[in-house]
């Protein structure tokens, strides 16, 4: 009897103990935290779809030096290149490697025939709050 009631406090215990942990507080960020929305604005350029890029930070962390691949933006229409612009042929920076905290994406549009990839490459965990 006295085991059924140490094991019911150890299940009492351990749930309690799941339930406290804050998700985000106790794991580091990553570049898994970034996460890249995009849709279609319904704007036409030179008869190419205008899509629109929302580049979030899902942690509690600031992340900066975003890099992802994007295989030199192709696009028809000019870019905001304070928001995204390429390094090389293969990568571009966010926001010219400003820091991305939590709840404030940085967008960008840009036309083309079909919706590019950004699958993000790094990213520099920089303060927690």
């Not at 309690?16 to 935290?33: I, T, W």
């Not at 994007?70 to 571009?92: F, H, M, Q, T």
């Amino acid at each position: 009897m006295a085991s059924q009631h140490m094991l019911c406090f150890l299940d009492l215990f351990l749930l309690l103990l799941l339930c406290s942990v804050d998700e985000g507080h106790g794991a580091p960020c990553s570049s898994a935290d970034i996460s890249i929305r995009q849709s279609r604005t319904g704007g036409v350029v030179e008869v190419k779809p205008e899509y629109e890029v929302w580049v979030s930070n899902g942690c509690r962390c600031l992340q900066s030096k975003v890099v992802l691949r994007c295989y030199g933006l192709s696009s028809v229409e000019p870019v905001n290149r304070r928001a995204i612009r390429p390094v090389d042929e293969e990568r571009c920076i966010v926001g010219d490697g400003r820091a991305i905290s939590r709840g404030t994406p940085v967008r960008f549009k840009y036309a083309w025939m079909t919706p590019q990839d950004f699958p993000v490459v790094s990213t520099k965990i920089q303060q927690c709050n």
